[in-house]
């Protein structure tokens, strides 16, 4: 088997018994980039020299970080002009952590312009292209690594997530991310220039081939001990309602055929949903705190310009633009109010999920689509007045992305994303699996078992040399 098609869990052990020297297996890495990165352009930027002998529990773990995330002495551009040139006087905590376990950097992967849109496009660095199929989208914000990691050109790939931002790249290229429980880990350097980093939201995690990767990052991401020793499989929630987003039949279809095979393999389920969880008021609740606190990062002015320059995009997009506007108002009592829904929309998840429950979701209300052109593009503040197409019927960018992430980036909840099978067009087709906070590890396991009974085939260009 060629290295590139090893998962990182296998390469660390090759590495730990001494039939693979770091400096060649990242120089190795580093040849697959050269050969394979002109096609769908998900690394930017090349990263450390390959080292002869590095101490830790990685063993020198080639890896590759979002261009959003600091690492001192290399470029950080934030897909964006205005940073382009850009370097971090220190490293992000989380990667630290990645650093001192024994990993070691090989390069940077692409992102839209501050990481603000869900598909992976910049002037500095153009398309990152779908590695299952060139003309289709990665997603974003995090499609560099999603894609590099789907390709083989990474073992694991550190992204971000504020609005689905690892779970959409993931699903759309048939690849496992975790979206750690809010606060789990420190969220430091991963803000444009010196900028504080956001109260909510805003969360690094780990982009991998397998769980077990996953779990392999996860083990040395945070103040924890990865363990599954009291593991008991789960029951197993699932609901694919959109709560007043339409859902196309590929992603109902593929949910059907998925929770078919878990039945005939023994799994407990039940379509069901918190009876408490208003999906339409978690999006408000999720808009408005994610409006006030960027806005805050704005003048007041500049604030002002983006509401009345956004009211055409807020009535397209009633379910994200126009709570993010309602945000962008500045009123603490709103604010304030919002974070009080949060905390009732979280307890009602908590509730649901109970001892032992897991809750699967779609991550997108469609899949994975042909890259689109946004209508607008203002330093990176972009609008798609151009429709998709759901089951034939038009509907909205971005409250298509986002229907069923932005409720869970609500409440905080731990994400593994993890690929169902695919479409009709061959692409991708993931799910969201939340679990209960603190409980990362067991989620893992729970995704692994999961996956284990599906039909799942490789990435085509992760099977070429």
């Keep these: 088997m060629p290295l590139h098609q090893n998962s990182a869990a296998q390469v660390v052990t090759e590495l730990k018994a001494g039939r693979l020297i770091p400096h060649q297996l990242a120089q190795n890495q580093r040849d697959r980039i050269r050969r394979v990165n002109p096609k769908i352009n998900a690394i930017v930027a090349m990263g450390d020299t390959p080292r002869a002998?590095?101490?830790?529990?990685?063993?020198?773990?080639?890896?590759?970080?979002?261009?959003?995330i600091h690492y001192q002495g290399m470029r950080c551009t934030f897909g964006s002009e205005q940073h382009k040139n850009y370097y971090p006087r220190s490293t992000a905590p989380v990667v630290e952590r990645l650093l001192s376990a024994g990993a070691q950097v090989i390069g940077k992967t692409n992102l839209p312009p501050f990481a603000m849109d869900f598909q992976c496009s910049n002037p500095l660095f153009g398309t990152t292209n779908n590695p299952w199929n060139l003309d289709y989208t990665t997603g974003g914000s995090s499609g560099g690594g999603a894609a590099a990691v789907a390709a083989g050109l990474s073992f694991l790939d550190i992204g971000t997530d504020l609005s689905g931002s690892l779970r959409i790249p993931a699903s759309f290229c048939g690849v496992f991310s975790l979206l750690p429980t809010e606060n789990?880990?420190?969220?430091?350097?991963?803000m444009a220039g010196e900028a504080a980093p956001l109260k909510h939201f805003a969360r690094l995690g780990p982009i991998a081939r397998t769980p077990?990767?996953?779990?392999?990052?996860?083990?040395?991401?945070?103040?924890h001990c990865s363990s599954d020793e009291d593991f008991k499989m789960p029951d197993v929630f699932w609901s694919t309602d959109g709560a007043g987003v339409d859902v196309c039949t590929g992603i109902t279809n593929r949910f059907a055929t998925?929770?078919?095979a878990w039945k005939t393999a023994g799994f407990h389920l039940r379509q069901q949903q918190p009876d408490n969880f208003d999906f339409r008021r978690a999006r408000r609740a999720f808009g408005e705190i994610m409006g006030y606190e960027t806005g805050a990062l704005m003048p007041a002015p500049v604030r002002l310009l983006a509401r009345l320059s956004g009211r055409a995009s807020a009535r397209r997009s009633p379910e994200f633009i126009a709570n993010v506007m309602l945000g962008y108002r500045h009123s603490q009592k709103r604010y304030n109010a919002a974070c009080a829904e949060k905390r009732v929309l979280t307890a009602a998840v908590d509730a649901f999920l109970g001892g032992n429950g897991v809750w699967l979701l779609p991550v997108t209300a469609t899949s994975a689509f042909k890259h689109m052109a946004p209508t607008s593009d203002r330093n990176g503040?972009?609008?798609?007045?151009?429709?998709?197409?759901?089951?034939?019927?038009?509907?909205?960018?971005?409250?298509?992305?986002?229907?069923?992430?932005?409720p869970i980036s609500l409440t905080g909840h731990p994400v593994v994303t993890f690929p169902l099978g695919l479409d009709r067009n061959g692409l991708p087709i993931g799910g969201q699996?939340?679990?209960?906070?603190?409980?990362?590890?067991?989620?893992?396991?729970?995704?692994?078992l999961l996956h284990s009974a599906l039909d799942m085939g490789n990435c085509p260009m992760l099977m070429t040399k």
């Excluded at 789990?184 to 350097?189: F, M, Q, R, S």
Aim: aromatic fraction near 8%.
């Design 53 to 68: 002998d590095i101490p830790g529990a990685l063993f020198g773990l080639p890896i590759t970080l979002k261009d959003q």
């Design 184 to 190: 789990a880990l420190p969220n430091e350097g991963m």
């Design 212 to 223: 077990e990767d996953l779990d392999l990052a996860w083990a040395h991401m945070g103040d």
């Design 258 to 260: 998925a929770t078919r």
């Design 381 to 406: 503040v972009r609008d798609y007045a151009n429709p998709l197409y759901i089951n034939r019927q038009p509907a909205n960018y971005f409250d298509a992305m986002t229907a069923f992430v932005t």
């Design 433 to 448: 699996l939340i679990g209960k906070k603190g409980r990362e590890t067991h989620l893992i396991h729970t995704a692994k």
